[in-house]
T-cell receptor, first 112, second 112 residues
Framework: DAGVTQSPTHLIKTRGQQVTLRCSPK?????VSWYQQALGQGPQFIFQ???????QRGNFPDRFSGHQFPNYSSELNVNALLLGDSALYLC???????????FGEGSRLTVL | DAKTTQPNSMESNEEEPVHLPCNHS???????IHWYRQLPSQGPEYVIH???SNVNNRMASLAIAEDRKSSTLILHRATLRDAAVYYC?????????????FGTGTLLAVQP
């Protein structure tokens, strides 16, 4: 049984560019949440998707957007990248929006 | 959201017990106490959770104070693989979300 898978694992972008990160949830899960983890900090909640809609959002600007597909996979998009967007982006899946969370290994984004 | 306080770091020797403390003096009656850990270069993983009574599972034990204002995660015999950041998080029972609010956690070092 595959767990949560994320791609790419590492990527480098320059300021002002746009990035798309992808997440496939654990089998049987229908809800995907995204977190941002800066170096030395705990993960910070970005938003959660369920039934292809954004259900809850953390304190992140509109440059951060997402999508969930009918197969429950999800994308995180970040526009107009800033140096401060450099972080590990974690995807977590669950069964419904209240179930136990399972995390992927993350996508490490570096903005130069 | 109720806040938790943990020591920044702790050290242990291999095969000895480890007690990781967490203070949550503003906990409400419907808040569950969850513990997650994050191994190097991985996403967080669930360890254990409880409400009022002490809990045991294959990974650890959770001891909850009678007034619920503090709790302790107990690893009975630390191994090198237990070196990680441990997060103590409160999650409201019956809430409409499984959003996790992470602090900075406790970095556990295990010496051979």
């Amino acid at each position: 049984d595959a767990g949560v898978t994320q791609s790419p694992t590492h990527l480098i972008k320059t300021r002002g560019q746009q990035v798309t990160l992808r997440c496939s949830p654990k089998s049987g899960h229908d809800t995907v949440s995204w977190y941002q983890q800066a170096l030395g900090q705990g993960p910070q909640f970005i938003f959660q998707y369920y039934e292809e809609e954004e259900r809850q959002r953390g304190n992140f600007p509109d440059r951060f957007s997402g999508h969930q597909f009918p197969n429950y996979s999800s994308e995180l998009n970040v526009n107009a990248l800033l140096l401060g967007d450099s972080a590990l982006y974690l995807c977590a899946s669950s069964r419904r929006s209240t179930g136990e969370l399972f995390f992927g290994e993350g996508s490490r984004l570096t903005v130069l | 959201d109720a806040k938790t306080t943990q020591p920044n770091s702790m050290e242990s020797n291999e095969e000895e017990p480890v007690h990781l403390p967490c203070n949550h003096s503003t906990i409400s009656g419907t808040d569950y106490i969850h513990w997650y850990r994050q191994l190097p270069s991985q996403g967080p993983e669930y360890v254990i959770h409880g409400l009022t009574s002490n809990v045991n599972n294959r990974m650890a034990s959770l001891a909850i104070a009678e007034d619920r204002k503090s709790s302790t995660l107990i690893l009975h015999r630390a191994t090198l693989r237990d070196a990680a950041v441990y997060y103590c998080i409160l999650m409201r029972y019956g809430g409409a979300t499984n959003k996790l609010i992470f602090g900075t956690g406790t970095l556990l070092a295990v010496q051979p």
